[in-house]
């Protein structure tokens, strides 16, 4: 008799449970209603002040066996996973969202596509100093079958000391070899005053790490009919670096590559830490290709090709890296560049892996 008594009273526990959870998928769906409203109305999804009025409206109707601090604890819980609810509803109607567009993104740069599962190879000078400089890599590179570069022409430095790069003079020089010798241009625009200058020399823009968010950059390149390499900032978070690519194909440009280039942290060991796990979530988050900047990320040319190596295993759709022909002279950054013996057989081990990984 007793054992009947205990099993009628937890199938009634059992009954309640489910009302519960009937009453709290009731509530989300309601929740999801204020969200909505809230958007359109441009209010702040939390609202500390409604939030205390609700728990002293429960409190002052608690009446049972649970103390007070345990019936706010509870609530608090409630309302914490009701927040988050509404800002996975946010995220759901971003436009480089995997759940917004369940398809790769395929990035077509002349002929090289990126984001369809082949992984290419982004090179060149850190910045662009000469002709004779830039065509000098640019032959090393198409001894290998490349043919997309990268050099800085605008160079945005830490110090103002520092060589900031040759500007519109450098841009013209890229183009010009790159029309000689087939090679598409990507570089590095720093000020929504000269995109549209760069259009009639680059193929690729490029916002850098210390533009990630200005957002006026990234809106301006987002009305152009130009790829954007967007790389994450230096101490961005993935979540951020996703809504920068936001602003980007908001504006209707939803050709976006990624680049992840490493964040800075407390390590001093290399110039900064290759954070490889962005590269998953990335592409599983967005639907956009993502690149893996092994030299700006590590700052050390011996580290370049196993970083490289993790970069490829681990999904990567292109590895980005720098060449110079002598980086003992190089005008920036002579530490992290390869020069062009290193360069091949950099680019012959990563063709041995890659035919491996396929």
């Known amino acids: 008799m007793t054992t009947n008594k205990l099993t009628q009273l937890r199938n009634k526990i059992d009954e309640i449970n489910l009302e519960i959870l009937h009453l709290l998928n009731e509530r989300a769906e309601v929740v999801h209603e204020i969200g909505e409203e809230k958007k359109k109305q441009g209010v702040n999804r939390f609202d500390p002040v409604r939030e205390r009025e609700s728990l002293d409206l429960i409190i002052k109707h608690h009446h049972g066996h649970f103390k007070t601090s345990t019936i706010q604890h509870i609530f608090k819980e409630i309302f914490k996973a009701s927040l988050e609810l509404q800002e996975d509803d946010s995220r759901k109607v971003l436009l480089v969202s995997r759940k917004a567009h369940p398809e790769n993104t395929i990035v077509d740069i002349n002929g090289e596509t990126f984001g369809d599962g082949k992984q290419r190879f982004i090179m060149g000078p850190c910045a662009v100093e ?153 592409k599983k988050e967005t639907h956009l290709p993502v690149v893996v900047d092994v030299t700006h990320s590590t700052g050390r040319r011996d580290l370049l090709l196993p970083t490289a190596k993790a970069a490829m295993a681990i999904g990567a759709d292109a590895i980005m890296a720098e060449v110079h022909p002598d980086p003992a002279v190089a005008l920036s950054d002579s530490a992290q560049q390869m020069d062009i013996p290193q360069f091949h057989k950099f680019i012959q081990q990563l063709k041995t892996l890659q035919e491996k990984l396929a």
């Open 130 to 282: 000469s002709y004779e400089q830039v065509r000098e890599v640019a032959v090393a590179m198409k001894e290998q079958g490349l043919s997309i570069m990268r050099g800085g022409a605008f160079k945005p430095r830490t110090s103002p000391y520092d060589f900031q790069g040759l500007g519109v003079e450098g841009l013209k020089i890229l183009r010009e070899v790159g029309n000689e010798l087939g090679m598409s241009i990507v570089s590095e625009i720093v000020s929504p005053n000269d995109v549209e200058l760069a259009l009639d020399y680059v193929d690729v823009i490029q916002v850098g790490a210390r533009n990630m968010q200005n957002f006026d950059l990234l809106k301006t390149v987002g009305k152009v009919n130009k790829p954007i390499l967007l790389k994450r900032g230096l101490s961005a978070t993935i979540e951020e670096f996703i809504h920068a690519a936001e602003y980007i194909i908001s504006q209707g440009n939803n050709q976006i590559i990624l680049c992840e280039r490493g964040i800075r942290t407390y390590e001093k060991a290399t110039r900064n830490t290759l954070d490889i796990s962005a590269v998953p979530i990335l």
